[in-house]
């Protein structure tokens, strides 16, 4: 059993950064494609970035694309998301999932295993 715990979520101005963690336990972290998803009151969640333990294959949406930077610390099964010059619009809980053989990266239902979420709100 795959279980992720993210940490980093807080409360952050306009333009600020956060760096957010999910450490995984429970499983050989090599085989597994990581994501990063977010999900804001009122609305569906949404795919942020994803990427393999080897970094070879990284996705990012649109709406972060050069702002955002996932990454991944195979020595500590833990994957990271960088995030900088945050908007407003980027307040959402944001969730670490995890998945095998994923062909649709950007599809939350493909992931097998999710934290719990952290907060990050950005005031504007």
């Known amino acids: 059993q795959v279980q992720l715990v993210e940490s980093g979520g807080g409360v952050v101005q306009a333009g600020g950064s956060l760096r957010l963690s999910c450490a995984a336990s429970?499983?050989?972290?090599?085989?597994?494609?990581m994501a990063w998803f977010r999900q804001a009151p009122g609305k569906e969640r949404e795919f942020v970035a994803s990427?393999?333990?080897?970094?070879?294959?990284?996705y990012y949406a649109d709406s972060v694309k050069g702002r955002f930077t996932i990454s991944t610390d195979n020595a500590k099964n833990t994957v990271y998301l960088q995030m900088n010059s945050l908007k407003h619009e980027d307040t959402a809980v944001y969730y670490c999932?995890?998945?095998?053989?994923?062909?649709?990266?950007?599809?939350?239902?493909?992931?097998?295993?999710w934290g719990q979420g952290t907060q990050v709100t950005v005031s504007s």
């Open positions: 999932a995890a998945g095998e053989r994923i062909l649709v990266v950007t599809n939350p239902n493909r992931y097998a295993y």
């Open positions: 429970g499983t050989t972290f090599s085989t597994y494609r």
């Open positions: 990427i393999t333990s080897g970094g070879t294959s990284i």
